[in-house]
Protein backbone atom coordinates (compact mmCIF):
# COMPACT_ATOMS: atom_id res chain seq x y z
CA UNK A 1 0.00 0.00 0.00
CA UNK A 2 1.80 3.67 -1.02
CA UNK A 3 2.05 5.63 1.86
CA UNK A 4 0.49 9.36 0.84
CA UNK A 5 3.30 12.13 1.04
CA UNK A 6 3.01 15.16 2.74
CA UNK A 7 2.84 18.06 0.81
CA UNK A 8 2.28 21.96 0.48
CA UNK A 9 -1.28 20.81 -1.17
CA UNK A 10 -2.28 20.12 2.58
CA UNK A 11 -2.09 23.40 3.89
CA UNK A 12 -3.12 25.41 0.44
CA UNK A 13 -6.20 23.62 0.01
CA UNK A 14 -7.50 25.81 3.10
CA UNK A 15 -6.98 29.08 1.71
CA UNK A 16 -7.71 29.11 -1.78
CA UNK A 17 -11.16 29.36 -1.57
CA UNK A 18 -9.90 33.12 -0.73
CA UNK A 19 -8.17 33.96 -3.47
CA UNK A 20 -10.48 35.94 -6.06
CA UNK A 21 -10.92 34.85 -9.62
CA UNK A 22 -9.90 37.97 -10.90
CA UNK A 23 -6.59 37.68 -9.30
CA UNK A 24 -6.15 33.94 -10.06
CA UNK A 25 -7.69 32.42 -13.08
CA UNK A 26 -9.02 28.85 -12.79
CA UNK A 27 -6.07 27.89 -14.98
CA UNK A 28 -3.77 29.83 -12.36
CA UNK A 29 -4.89 27.71 -9.33
CA UNK A 30 -4.84 24.60 -11.58
CA UNK A 31 -1.38 25.51 -11.99
CA UNK A 32 -0.69 26.34 -8.61
CA UNK A 33 -2.67 22.83 -7.37
CA UNK A 34 -0.06 20.87 -9.31
CA UNK A 35 3.04 22.46 -8.16
CA UNK A 36 1.33 22.30 -4.63
CA UNK A 37 1.77 18.47 -5.18
CA UNK A 38 5.26 18.65 -5.65
CA UNK A 39 6.47 21.07 -3.13
CA UNK A 40 7.54 20.08 0.75
CA UNK A 41 4.73 19.80 3.32
CA UNK A 42 6.32 23.35 5.29
CA UNK A 43 3.02 26.02 5.31
CA UNK A 44 4.33 28.72 3.98
CA UNK A 45 3.53 30.47 0.72
CA UNK A 46 3.65 33.14 -1.55
CA UNK A 47 1.51 34.37 -4.91
CA UNK A 48 3.58 36.98 -7.26
CA UNK A 49 0.24 38.43 -8.99
CA UNK A 50 0.34 41.34 -11.81
CA UNK A 51 -1.60 44.07 -11.22
CA UNK A 52 -2.25 45.05 -14.92
CA UNK A 53 -5.51 43.49 -16.78
CA UNK A 54 -3.66 41.89 -19.73
CA UNK A 55 -1.68 39.86 -17.51
CA UNK A 56 -3.54 37.02 -15.37
CA UNK A 57 0.50 34.28 -14.06
CA UNK A 58 0.47 34.12 -11.06
CA UNK A 59 3.35 32.23 -9.31
CA UNK A 60 4.36 30.59 -6.49
CA UNK A 61 7.19 30.86 -3.98
CA UNK A 62 7.62 28.44 -1.13
CA UNK A 63 9.29 29.97 2.19
CA UNK A 64 11.92 27.91 4.35
CA UNK A 65 13.19 28.82 7.67
CA UNK A 66 15.72 27.33 9.88
CA UNK A 67 13.35 26.94 12.72
CA UNK A 68 11.80 23.50 13.15
CA UNK A 69 14.17 21.61 10.93
CA UNK A 70 12.58 23.22 7.59
CA UNK A 71 15.65 22.43 5.66
CA UNK A 72 16.00 18.66 6.60
CA UNK A 73 12.04 18.44 5.85
CA UNK A 74 13.13 20.10 2.26
CA UNK A 75 16.08 17.83 1.51
CA UNK A 76 14.32 14.32 2.35
CA UNK A 77 11.24 16.04 0.34
CA UNK A 78 13.39 16.11 -2.73
CA UNK A 79 14.72 12.78 -2.17
CA UNK A 80 11.36 10.81 -1.72
CA UNK A 81 10.30 12.51 -4.85
CA UNK A 82 13.40 11.82 -6.95
CA UNK A 83 11.89 8.11 -6.53
CA UNK A 84 8.78 8.44 -8.25
CA UNK A 85 9.36 11.58 -10.04
CA UNK A 86 12.21 12.07 -12.80
CA UNK A 87 12.57 15.88 -12.59
CA UNK A 88 13.71 15.72 -9.13
CA UNK A 89 16.56 13.48 -10.12
CA UNK A 90 18.02 16.69 -12.27
CA UNK A 91 21.46 18.18 -11.12
CA UNK A 92 19.82 21.35 -9.55
CA UNK A 93 17.61 19.60 -7.10
CA UNK A 94 20.45 17.03 -6.09
CA UNK A 95 22.67 20.67 -5.47
CA UNK A 96 19.76 22.35 -3.47
CA UNK A 97 19.16 18.80 -1.30
CA UNK A 98 23.02 19.27 -0.65
CA UNK A 99 22.84 22.71 -0.05
CA UNK A 100 20.09 22.56 2.59
CA UNK A 101 22.03 19.94 4.66
CA UNK A 102 24.93 22.06 5.15
CA UNK A 103 22.75 24.70 5.78
CA UNK A 104 21.11 23.04 8.58
CA UNK A 105 24.52 22.04 10.21
CA UNK A 106 24.77 24.66 13.24
CA UNK A 107 28.51 24.44 12.81
CA UNK A 108 28.64 25.52 8.98
CA UNK A 109 28.68 28.89 7.64
CA UNK A 110 26.02 29.07 5.68
CA UNK A 111 24.08 28.15 9.26
CA UNK A 112 24.76 32.04 10.27
CA UNK A 113 24.52 33.81 7.93
CA UNK A 114 21.70 32.55 5.76
CA UNK A 115 18.13 33.14 8.08
CA UNK A 116 15.86 31.14 4.97
CA UNK A 117 15.56 30.57 1.66
CA UNK A 118 12.37 31.14 -0.84
CA UNK A 119 12.12 28.78 -4.34
CA UNK A 120 10.19 30.97 -6.76
CA UNK A 121 8.44 28.97 -9.61
CA UNK A 122 8.16 30.99 -12.74
CA UNK A 123 4.42 29.74 -14.52
CA UNK A 124 4.13 30.45 -17.93
CA UNK A 125 1.96 29.21 -20.10
CA UNK A 126 3.93 28.25 -22.74
CA UNK A 127 5.53 25.69 -19.99
CA UNK A 128 3.73 25.68 -17.13
CA UNK A 129 5.19 22.45 -16.01
CA UNK A 130 8.75 23.87 -15.67
CA UNK A 131 10.08 22.86 -12.09
CA UNK A 132 13.24 24.42 -12.01
CA UNK A 133 13.26 27.76 -9.12
CA UNK A 134 15.23 30.62 -8.61
CA UNK A 135 15.82 30.60 -5.44
CA UNK A 136 16.42 33.57 -2.88
CA UNK A 137 18.61 33.43 -0.42
CA UNK A 138 17.38 35.45 2.93
CA UNK A 139 20.48 36.93 4.83
CA UNK A 140 20.77 37.12 8.69
CA UNK A 141 20.33 40.61 9.33
CA UNK A 142 21.79 40.43 12.62
CA UNK A 143 24.97 39.21 11.33
CA UNK A 144 25.71 40.81 8.22
CA UNK A 145 29.20 42.34 7.52
CA UNK A 146 29.18 43.11 4.00
CA UNK A 147 32.70 41.66 3.13
CA UNK A 148 32.46 38.46 5.31
CA UNK A 149 28.62 37.68 4.18
CA UNK A 150 30.29 38.08 0.94
CA UNK A 151 32.21 35.62 1.52
CA UNK A 152 29.85 33.20 2.38
CA UNK A 153 27.31 33.81 0.09
CA UNK A 154 29.79 33.25 -2.87
CA UNK A 155 30.23 29.92 -1.15
CA UNK A 156 26.40 29.47 -1.19
CA UNK A 157 26.25 30.20 -4.93
CA UNK A 158 28.61 27.93 -6.16
CA UNK A 159 26.54 24.87 -4.42
CA UNK A 160 23.83 25.99 -6.05
CA UNK A 161 25.52 26.59 -9.47
CA UNK A 162 27.78 23.70 -9.29
CA UNK A 163 30.43 25.73 -10.17
CA UNK A 164 32.41 28.60 -9.57
CA UNK A 165 30.64 31.94 -10.21
CA UNK A 166 32.05 33.90 -13.29
CA UNK A 167 34.91 36.69 -12.53
CA UNK A 168 32.87 39.77 -14.19
CA UNK A 169 29.67 38.56 -11.48
CA UNK A 170 31.67 37.87 -8.72
CA UNK A 171 33.17 41.30 -8.71
CA UNK A 172 30.13 43.46 -9.50
CA UNK A 173 28.13 41.49 -6.76
CA UNK A 174 31.38 42.01 -4.26
CA UNK A 175 30.42 45.87 -4.97
CA UNK A 176 27.28 45.32 -4.22
CA UNK A 177 28.24 43.92 -0.56
CA UNK A 178 30.91 46.64 -0.49
CA UNK A 179 29.11 49.45 -0.99
CA UNK A 180 26.44 48.63 1.95
CA UNK A 181 27.46 51.06 4.90
CA UNK A 182 25.21 51.06 7.99
CA UNK A 183 22.14 50.85 8.01
CA UNK A 184 21.92 49.62 4.18
CA UNK A 185 22.16 46.03 4.04
CA UNK A 186 21.72 43.59 1.45
CA UNK A 187 18.48 41.10 2.02
CA UNK A 188 18.22 38.59 -0.24
CA UNK A 189 20.24 37.12 -3.15
CA UNK A 190 18.23 35.48 -5.50
CA UNK A 191 19.63 33.03 -7.48
CA UNK A 192 17.72 33.01 -11.02
CA UNK A 193 18.05 29.31 -11.95
CA UNK A 194 15.05 29.13 -14.34
CA UNK A 195 15.98 32.18 -16.46
CA UNK A 196 17.63 32.30 -19.69
CA UNK A 197 20.41 34.70 -18.39
CA UNK A 198 23.25 34.57 -16.10
CA UNK A 199 22.41 36.89 -13.47
CA UNK A 200 21.71 37.34 -9.84
CA UNK A 201 18.60 39.36 -7.91
CA UNK A 202 19.98 41.46 -5.43
CA UNK A 203 17.33 43.01 -2.90
CA UNK A 204 18.89 46.21 -0.83
CA UNK A 205 17.18 47.36 2.61
CA UNK A 206 17.42 49.90 4.88
CA UNK A 207 18.90 52.63 2.49
CA UNK A 208 18.07 56.04 3.34
CA UNK A 209 17.39 58.20 0.51
CA UNK A 210 20.00 60.47 0.52
CA UNK A 211 22.65 57.51 0.14
CA UNK A 212 20.68 55.78 -2.56
CA UNK A 213 22.47 58.02 -5.86
CA UNK A 214 26.02 56.95 -4.10
CA UNK A 215 24.98 53.37 -3.71
CA UNK A 216 23.96 52.83 -7.10
CA UNK A 217 26.82 55.40 -8.64
CA UNK A 218 29.26 53.12 -6.28
CA UNK A 219 28.24 49.41 -8.07
CA UNK A 220 28.19 50.63 -11.46
CA UNK A 221 24.22 51.44 -12.32
CA UNK A 222 24.43 52.80 -15.90
CA UNK A 223 21.37 55.64 -15.38
CA UNK A 224 21.24 58.79 -13.11
CA UNK A 225 18.92 58.19 -10.10
CA UNK A 226 17.53 61.00 -9.36
CA UNK A 227 14.33 60.18 -10.63
CA UNK A 228 14.82 57.01 -8.55
CA UNK A 229 15.15 59.03 -5.05
CA UNK A 230 12.32 60.93 -6.20
CA UNK A 231 9.71 58.07 -6.90
CA UNK A 232 11.06 56.30 -3.06
CA UNK A 233 11.07 60.06 -1.37
CA UNK A 234 7.16 59.56 -2.39
CA UNK A 235 6.59 55.74 -1.13
CA UNK A 236 7.91 56.24 1.64
CA UNK A 237 5.35 59.30 3.17
CA UNK A 238 2.97 55.94 3.00
CA UNK A 239 5.33 53.20 3.63
CA UNK A 240 7.55 52.00 6.20
CA UNK A 241 10.44 50.63 4.46
CA UNK A 242 11.50 49.94 0.18
CA UNK A 243 13.86 46.92 -0.65
CA UNK A 244 16.16 48.30 -3.81
CA UNK A 245 16.14 45.13 -6.36
CA UNK A 246 17.99 44.89 -9.01
CA UNK A 247 19.97 41.84 -11.72
CA UNK A 248 23.05 41.97 -11.31
CA UNK A 249 25.48 39.74 -14.02
CA UNK A 250 28.63 40.86 -15.99
CA UNK A 251 26.94 44.52 -15.83
CA UNK A 252 24.10 46.15 -13.27
CA UNK A 253 20.93 45.92 -15.40
CA UNK A 254 19.03 49.07 -15.54
CA UNK A 255 15.86 48.27 -14.49
CA UNK A 256 14.75 48.86 -10.81
CA UNK A 257 12.14 47.18 -8.54
CA UNK A 258 10.64 49.10 -5.59
CA UNK A 259 9.17 46.86 -3.07
CA UNK A 260 6.98 48.64 -0.91
CA UNK A 261 6.46 47.38 2.89
CA UNK A 262 4.24 48.18 5.86
CA UNK A 263 5.81 47.14 9.02
CA UNK A 264 2.54 45.24 9.81
CA UNK A 265 2.08 42.06 8.12
CA UNK A 266 -0.37 40.34 9.79
CA UNK A 267 -3.77 41.79 9.66
CA UNK A 268 -5.18 44.97 6.87
CA UNK A 269 -3.07 48.22 7.62
CA UNK A 270 -4.66 50.76 6.83
CA UNK A 271 -2.35 52.88 4.80
CA UNK A 272 -3.24 49.88 2.10
CA UNK A 273 -6.99 50.56 1.09
CA UNK A 274 -5.79 54.89 0.09
CA UNK A 275 -2.79 53.36 -1.78
CA UNK A 276 -4.53 50.55 -3.69
CA UNK A 277 -6.76 53.35 -4.77
CA UNK A 278 -3.74 55.28 -5.73
CA UNK A 279 -2.90 52.08 -7.94
CA UNK A 280 -6.09 52.23 -10.12
CA UNK A 281 -6.72 55.68 -10.81
CA UNK A 282 -3.21 55.81 -12.55
CA UNK A 283 -4.47 52.52 -14.34
CA UNK A 284 -1.58 50.35 -12.05
CA UNK A 285 -4.02 47.92 -11.17
CA UNK A 286 -7.84 47.13 -12.00
CA UNK A 287 -10.66 48.25 -9.80
CA UNK A 288 -11.04 43.42 -9.27
CA UNK A 289 -7.67 42.61 -8.13
CA UNK A 290 -7.49 45.72 -5.52
CA UNK A 291 -10.71 43.96 -4.54
CA UNK A 292 -9.66 40.77 -4.51
CA UNK A 293 -6.17 41.42 -2.56
CA UNK A 294 -8.07 43.43 -0.14
CA UNK A 295 -10.82 40.43 0.30
CA UNK A 296 -7.59 37.94 0.72
CA UNK A 297 -6.44 39.53 4.08
CA UNK A 298 -7.82 36.94 7.33
CA UNK A 299 -7.09 34.07 8.76
CA UNK A 300 -7.85 30.47 8.43
CA UNK A 301 -9.21 27.91 11.03
CA UNK A 302 -10.04 24.80 11.52
CA UNK A 303 -13.30 25.70 12.31
CA UNK A 304 -14.07 28.13 9.10
CA UNK A 305 -12.71 26.14 6.29
CA UNK A 306 -14.89 23.39 4.36
CA UNK A 307 -11.59 21.24 4.15
CA UNK A 308 -9.75 19.35 6.10
CA UNK A 309 -6.65 20.62 8.46
CA UNK A 310 -3.12 18.87 7.36
CA UNK A 311 -2.22 16.08 9.34
CA UNK A 312 0.78 17.53 10.38
CA UNK A 313 -0.17 20.58 11.67
CA UNK A 314 -3.15 18.07 13.78
CA UNK A 315 -0.37 16.18 15.21
CA UNK A 316 2.14 19.37 16.36
CA UNK A 317 -1.30 20.54 18.02
CA UNK A 318 -0.95 18.27 20.34
CA UNK A 319 2.02 19.45 21.85
CA UNK A 320 0.88 22.87 22.13
CA UNK A 321 -0.23 24.67 25.18
CA UNK A 322 -4.35 23.83 25.41
CA UNK A 323 -5.14 27.50 24.43
CA UNK A 324 -2.73 27.82 21.33
CA UNK A 325 -5.03 27.88 17.76
CA UNK A 326 -3.61 26.25 15.24
CA UNK A 327 -4.23 29.02 12.21
CA UNK A 328 -3.26 29.90 8.56
CA UNK A 329 -2.34 33.83 8.55
CA UNK A 330 -3.46 34.86 4.88
CA UNK A 331 -1.09 38.35 4.50
CA UNK A 332 -0.83 40.94 1.69
CA UNK A 333 3.16 41.37 2.08
CA UNK A 334 4.16 44.12 -0.11
CA UNK A 335 3.79 45.57 -3.08
CA UNK A 336 6.68 45.62 -6.07
CA UNK A 337 6.51 48.84 -8.42
CA UNK A 338 9.02 47.99 -11.71
CA UNK A 339 11.14 50.89 -12.75
CA UNK A 340 12.44 50.86 -16.55
CA UNK A 341 14.31 54.43 -17.57
CA UNK A 342 12.00 55.90 -20.32
CA UNK A 343 9.08 53.53 -19.38
CA UNK A 344 5.83 53.58 -17.62
CA UNK A 345 5.70 51.88 -13.89
CA UNK A 346 4.15 48.56 -13.68
CA UNK A 347 2.78 46.72 -10.06
CA UNK A 348 2.72 43.70 -9.30
CA UNK A 349 1.69 42.46 -5.40
CA UNK A 350 2.80 39.67 -2.90
CA UNK A 351 0.23 37.51 -1.15
CA UNK A 352 0.60 34.57 1.05
CA UNK A 353 -0.01 32.58 3.91
CA UNK A 354 1.63 31.37 6.72
CA UNK A 355 0.94 28.97 9.84
CA UNK A 356 1.17 30.35 13.26
CA UNK A 357 0.25 29.88 16.58
CA UNK A 358 -2.50 32.16 17.96
CA UNK A 359 -2.61 32.39 21.44
CA UNK A 360 -6.18 32.71 23.01
CA UNK A 361 -5.80 35.21 25.79
CA UNK A 362 -8.60 35.44 27.04
CA UNK A 363 -7.37 31.31 28.38
CA UNK A 364 -3.70 32.87 30.18
CA UNK A 365 -3.33 33.39 33.93
CA UNK A 366 -2.89 37.23 34.12
CA UNK A 367 -2.95 37.13 37.64
CA UNK A 368 0.48 36.83 38.36
CA UNK A 369 1.49 39.64 40.62
CA UNK A 370 3.87 41.95 40.01
CA UNK A 371 6.01 44.44 41.89
CA UNK A 372 6.85 46.84 39.61
CA UNK A 373 7.98 49.23 42.43
CA UNK A 374 11.22 46.05 42.93
CA UNK A 375 11.63 45.82 39.89
CA UNK A 376 12.82 49.35 39.15
CA UNK A 377 14.39 49.54 42.33
CA UNK A 378 16.41 46.20 40.97
CA UNK A 379 17.45 47.95 37.64
CA UNK A 380 18.36 51.21 38.51
CA UNK A 381 19.29 51.37 42.41
CA UNK A 382 22.01 50.15 44.24
CA UNK A 383 21.47 48.21 47.73
CA UNK A 384 21.20 51.35 49.54
CA UNK A 385 18.73 52.72 47.39
CA UNK A 386 21.32 55.44 45.32
CA UNK A 387 20.77 55.66 41.72
CA UNK A 388 22.54 53.54 40.08
CA UNK A 389 23.88 55.23 37.07
CA UNK A 390 25.66 52.69 35.27
CA UNK A 391 22.56 50.55 34.79
CA UNK A 392 20.35 54.14 34.00
CA UNK A 393 22.97 55.08 31.29
CA UNK A 394 22.56 51.65 30.04
CA UNK A 395 18.80 51.37 29.80
CA UNK A 396 18.86 55.41 28.12
CA UNK A 397 21.39 53.69 25.26
CA UNK A 398 18.88 50.79 25.32
CA UNK A 399 16.26 52.99 24.29
CA UNK A 400 18.06 55.66 22.14
CA UNK A 401 19.11 52.34 19.80
CA UNK A 402 15.30 51.50 19.84
CA UNK A 403 14.17 54.57 18.94
CA UNK A 404 17.17 55.34 16.07
CA UNK A 405 15.90 51.70 14.47
CA UNK A 406 12.34 52.79 15.23
CA UNK A 407 12.41 55.43 12.40
CA UNK A 408 11.45 54.41 8.77
CA UNK A 409 13.67 54.74 5.94
CA UNK A 410 13.16 58.64 5.29
CA UNK A 411 13.33 59.25 9.29
CA UNK A 412 9.39 59.05 9.95
CA UNK A 413 8.67 57.71 13.69
CA UNK A 414 4.90 56.29 12.94
CA UNK A 415 2.62 54.83 16.23
CA UNK A 416 -0.77 54.75 16.14
CA UNK A 417 -3.37 54.29 13.48
CA UNK A 418 -5.95 57.72 12.49
CA UNK A 419 -8.80 55.01 11.06
CA UNK A 420 -10.25 58.76 10.23
CA UNK A 421 -7.83 59.20 7.23
CA UNK A 422 -7.03 55.78 6.95
CA UNK A 423 -3.07 56.84 7.93
CA UNK A 424 -1.12 56.01 10.52
CA UNK A 425 0.21 59.31 13.00
CA UNK A 426 3.68 60.75 11.94
CA UNK A 427 4.33 64.25 12.30
CA UNK A 428 3.20 64.22 15.94
CA UNK A 429 5.10 61.02 16.88
CA UNK A 430 7.95 62.71 15.12
CA UNK A 431 7.83 65.44 16.52
CA UNK A 432 8.05 64.17 19.96
CA UNK A 433 10.65 61.78 19.39
CA UNK A 434 12.88 64.05 17.85
CA UNK A 435 12.41 66.70 20.74
CA UNK A 436 13.35 63.56 23.39
CA UNK A 437 16.41 62.59 20.73
CA UNK A 438 17.59 66.34 20.54
CA UNK A 439 17.69 66.60 24.38
CA UNK A 440 20.70 63.84 24.16
CA UNK A 441 24.57 63.92 24.17
CA UNK A 442 24.58 61.56 21.12
CA UNK A 443 25.85 62.33 17.88
CA UNK A 444 23.62 60.08 16.42
CA UNK A 445 20.56 60.92 18.04
CA UNK A 446 21.08 64.84 17.35
CA UNK A 447 21.88 63.90 13.38
CA UNK A 448 18.12 61.98 13.72
CA UNK A 449 16.43 65.08 15.87
CA UNK A 450 18.13 67.34 12.88
CA UNK A 451 16.50 65.43 9.93
CA UNK A 452 13.05 65.03 11.73
CA UNK A 453 13.12 68.65 11.65
CA UNK A 454 13.68 68.67 8.17
CA UNK A 455 10.98 65.96 7.64
CA UNK A 456 8.53 68.57 9.89
CA UNK A 457 9.65 71.67 7.86
CA UNK A 458 8.39 70.20 4.71
CA UNK A 459 5.50 68.84 5.61
CA UNK A 460 4.56 72.48 7.61
CA UNK A 461 0.86 73.92 6.73
CA UNK A 462 -0.19 76.80 6.97
CA UNK A 463 -0.78 77.39 10.49
CA UNK A 464 0.32 74.45 12.40
CA UNK A 465 1.40 70.85 12.22
CA UNK A 466 -1.62 68.09 11.32
CA UNK A 467 -1.49 65.51 12.95
CA UNK A 468 -1.33 62.65 9.97
Excluded at 31 to 43: E, R
Excluded at 244 to 266: A, H, M, N, R
Amino acid sequence: MLTKIPTLTDSLQNVLAHISSEIATPTAISHLQKLAKLSAPIPRAGFEIRLDKENSQVDLQQGIFLQNKEPQILAEHINKLALSHQEFNQPVWNRISKFCKIWSDSSSDLYSAISDIWLEFDIHESNPDLLTPCIFLGINRDSFEPLKTFSIIKIALELLYGQPINDSLCSNLYRCFTACTSPTRISHVGVMLSRQIEALRINVSKIPIYDISNYLQEIGYPNPAEEIEALVDEILDTFDNVRLCFDVGKKIYPTLGLECFFDKQSGLDPRWLPFLDNLVAKGLCTTEKRNGLIAWVGYTTPSNTTKPWASHLIAESLLQPSENLSILDRRLSHIKLTYKPESSLQAKAYIGFVHEWLENKSLVNNNQPQNIRSTQNENFSSTSGELNQSRLNQAIEAATSFLLNSANQKGWWRDFDTYLHSKTSDEWVTAYVGTALASLNNEKAKLAAHQAWNLLLSRRHSSLFIVN
